[in-house]
């Protein structure tokens, strides 16, 4: 991010870029929650396994000797169960891992501020985005949308029949109102719709 905090302690510093990666980014506490809830369960359930196999009763599912054999000789197509739980296994450990690399980036950005950490959302963005896309076009506000990415603002133009779009001018225009607004630096791209509209 582009705040430097100029103005505060380094330890106010590192407190308040902790606090914006806290509120830009969604939390993971949940999937650790449940992973850890899932692990509590199977070591549960191996324990007692274990102790119903040490007592000579018959297992819940499957027995200790007859898992590890399935494991190590790889006779789990006898045992429906054992492999039941291996597909389960590797569609939980796919679904973990997909989880775990999707993105945990929520629809905000902080701002750059020298005293105070100040994060705004996306949408209010795209809408300050559009508004200048709109003023340096010389188009009615339903002819311009904006979509803020992480790093990119994708702005669509529909023109006016017979008015032509300086794209460069758009592009200056709505860096210069992220740069008054703190934004941290977003790349702004524009593409303009070849059918205009009539009448406008």
């Given amino acids: 991010m582009t705040e430097q905090f100029s103005g505060v302690a380094p ?11 806290r509120i830009t980014h969604r939390s993971r506490s949940v999937l650790v929650g449940f992973v850890l809830v ?5 070591v549960l359930w191996l324990g007692v396994e274990t102790v119903l196999w040490l007592l000579g009763a018959p297992a819940l599912l499957v027995a200790p000797g007859a898992l ?3 494991v190590v000789d ?5 045992d429906p169960v054992v492999t039941g739980g291996a597909v389960a296994a590797v569609v939980v450990g796919v679904v973990l891992v997909a989880l775990s690399l999707g993105g945990a980036r929520r629809a905000r950005h902080g701002l750059s501020a020298e005293r105070i950490a100040v994060v705004v959302d996306d949408r209010v963005l795209a809408s300050a985005a559009a508004r200048a896309a709109r003023v340096a076009s010389g188009v009615d506000s339903g002819q311009v949308t904006a979509t803020v990415g992480r790093r990119s603002v994708q702005l669509r133009i529909r023109p006016s029949s017979g008015f032509r779009i300086d794209e460069g ?11 008054a607004t703190g934004t941290e630096r977003l790349r702004v791209s524009v ?5 205009g509209k009539v009448g406008a």
Avoid: C
Avoid at 191 to 195: K, R, S
């Fill in 74 to 78: 790889g006779t789990s197509s006898a």
């Fill in 68 to 70: 590890v054999a399935a």
């Fill in 11 to 21: 330890a106010t510093q590192r407190l308040y870029r902790r606090q914006l990666r």
């Fill in 169 to 179: 001018a758009v592009v200056s225009a709505v860096e210069d109102e992220l740069t």
């Fill in 38 to 42: 899932l692990l509590t369960l199977v």
């Fill in 191 to 195: 593409h303009v719709d070849q059918n």
